[in-house]
């Protein structure tokens, strides 16, 4: 599953560079598929939603970090945990329940991120 950032966030930045798929942003900051990955132009997610990985997104909140999960692979393909989650001083990166995905749906997103 993917990771979420709870409203005990206290907006310290601790998790975003750790981030290897740049699926992390600060509160408001707009996003794209394209940040840290290697997606350009119009791309089918294995989710199977068409995007187009150079647009920006709007946030997914204005107040504090968050989490892009389409792009929120657990840093599977890269750490054996998920960094965000290893550096963050109050424990508000936490699984997310609404995004469970398996260990192989993981590692496809990973690697359709990042074309090895």
Known sequence: MAIIITDECI????CEPECPNTAIYEGADDWRYADGTDLNGDVVLPSGKAANANE??????DEIYYIVPDKCTECVGFHDEPQCAAVCPVDCCVPDPANEESQEQLTAKQKFMHHD
């Not at 907006?11 to 601790?14: E, H, K, Q, V």
């Not at 920006?56 to 909140?61: G, R, Y």
């Open 56 to 61: 920006a997104n709007e946030p997914l909140s």
């Open 11 to 14: 907006n310290c930045g601790a």
